[in-house]
């Protein structure tokens, strides 16, 4: 084996497995505490580092609203189980792609029967002829009848951000959209447009819609476009993608985000607003408080008058039958 020049060797060991002591002396090896330190500085360097990456991103995460949530991409998979179609569809494919549809494994020559699983649209050929969509169930047909296609038919969560869209005084927002969709036809979504079609159509759609909506507002409004169900967006969908055999079920304006400077504009103004509204709360209870004193300070005086004015009263009272009491008794001495 041919060896490379450049190349350190490794320190010579003993039959053991320690370093030789006649060797180690003529190697340079660095010493414990100065490689010790070294990997200290460098580990204590990199935990800043990553400490300070967290913070910053944490921080624009922060100025911007909200985290962003990762866009759903539509795809299409091949040579897979036609009976695990439960678990292609119910599960995100490398943890970020979603299956719409994918084609089956090719039944064996000799294997006469063919079974169709529940809950999704199984498109069934023979000899590459589309012979429509089979209901679910066990079917013994020969080898020239083969599943194609299956299409999932069950309800998928769509969402994509629609960046750069203009506002009415020209601020670059943007908009995160939420679509909850299904296909009703498989097979004019398999072969009239498809699922990467139907993605480009779809954004390019319902982009369109997005972007004259965000021209109506101004920015200091642009947060009330959040959880809006449009009506007149939704129909727009229904009417491209219906021929398509695809249906849009909801459509919904799920987050808007604002560049960063123009975000921390509008909190300090609304601060601004919500101290001065504070502000003038306290004033007006600081008020209301002390004309409540007062009056309950008026109320305590006039009962403590009218309990010394029942008092003197009773004093005199008490006072004119103790006269009279002396009367009568000198009378009776007489």
Known sequence: ???????????????????????????NWPKDQVLESSVTNDVDELKQRVNEMLKTGDK???????YER?????????????MQSHFIFGSLYAGRYTVICFTPKRRPVRKLKMCIPHACACIVVENGKALGVFKSGRYYRSFFYQVAYCVNTQYIPYHFNISECPTRDNVRITIQIDFL????????FMYDIGPENLEELLRATQSEAVRSLARTCYVEKAYDLRGIDSE??????????????????????????????????????????????EQIRNHEFKLR???DYQILTNIIH???????????????????????????????DA
């Open 1 to 27: 084996m041919s060896s490379n020049k450049n190349e350190v060797p490794p320190p010579p060991k003993k039959k053991g497995g320690e370093l030789a002591d006649s060797d180690d002396a003529s190697i």
């Open 302 to 332: 006039d009962r403590h008058n009218e309990i010394d004015l029942l008092m003197k009263n009773a004093r005199k009272e008490r006072s004119r039958l103790r006269q009279e009491i002396k009367e009568i008794l000198a009378k009776g």
């Open 60 to 66: 624009a995460k922060e100025d911007q609203g909200a």
């Open 289 to 291: 408080f002390q004309n």
């Open 181 to 188: 969709l299904h296909v009703t036809d498989a097979i004019k």
């Open 232 to 277: 007149d967006m939704l129909s727009t969908l229904n009417d491209k993608l219906n021929p398509f055999g695809v249906n849009i079920d909801q459509v919904t304006i799920a987050n808007v985000n604002l560049p960063t400077d123009v975000a921390v504009s509008l909190q300090n103004s609304t601060s601004y607003v919500s101290k001065t509204k």
């Open 70 to 82: 990762p866009e759903t991409n539509l795809v299409q998979l091949s040579n897979k189980k036609l």
